[in-house]
């Protein structure tokens, strides 16, 4: 109860630049939550879904693949899924890279989305409380100016008071703010290496398929 109490006595001596600045933290927080959740369900054993379609597609089981992506609803399997559908079909090597390469125009820029407003809002925090900081400091001298001299201590600490903690919390939501950026910003490019991977290695699959179907002496 201590913290939160020196917390709020901070605020309230910040004065109104402190409210922007919550206002930015609470977008923050709440973008930061929304991309956690996101991101945490888009992951995916990448090694698991390969090795299931590997054996699948091996085997000729294009459907099987294909139900294996239904039952691992991510963003990784949903573009997986648009190049098996094609090579169900019978369609050619291009076809399924070129479905697949459609499905990621839809899927990757989800990975991302949002996550730069982070680095703009921390940014947006420390002019905010840079500006809380300047108007402390123009209140506290414009007021000790006038002041009974008696007085002029008391409203400069006062004035000095409210632009420290104005820098202070600015600062604080822009680190907080910074720190989620790069950690949101590195799980989404994870997600991204391991969508490129797979997306190259069923390529491959496919193609290694069509190939073995192709030789002589292999099964109809």
């Not at 809380?132 to 100016?145: C, H, L, N, Q, V």
């Not at 903690?165 to 989404?188: H, P, Q, R």
């Amino acid at each position: 109860m201590g913290i939160v109490r020196r917390i709020s006595e901070a605020f309230d001596e910040g004065g109104w630049g402190m409210w922007p600045i919550l206002t930015v933290s609470i977008i923050i927080i709440a973008i930061a939550i929304e991309r956690f959740v996101y991101l945490t369900k888009a992951g995916v054993n990448k090694d698991m879904i390969l090795d299931m379609l590997k054996q699948q597609i091996n085997s000729g089981n294009v459907q099987g693949a294909i139900g294996a992506c239904d039952n691992n609803p991510t963003p990784l399997t949903r573009i997986v899924k648009a190049g098996l559908t094609q090579f169900r079909a019978g369609r050619s090597d291009h076809d399924v890279q070129a479905a697949m390469d459609e499905a990621a125009l839809r899927e990757l820029p989800l990975l991302n989305k949002r996550t730069p407003y982070l680095a703009m809002l921390a940014n947006l925090s420390t002019l905010a409380g840079l500006l809380g900081t300047i108007t402390g400091m123009i209140k506290s001298f414009g007021a000790a100016a006038k002041a009974d001299p008696n007085q002029k201590a008391a409203l400069l600490a006062g004035g000095i008071a409210e632009a420290m903690n104005c820098t202070a919390f600015g600062i604080g939501t822009a680190l907080v703010g910074l720190i989620f950026f790069a950690v949101l910003n590195g799980k989404s490019q994870d997600l991204s290496d391991d969508i490129n991977e797979v997306t190259v290695q069923v390529v491959n699959m496919v193609v290694n398929h069509r190939q073995a179907m192709r030789q002589p002496g292999a099964a109809a």
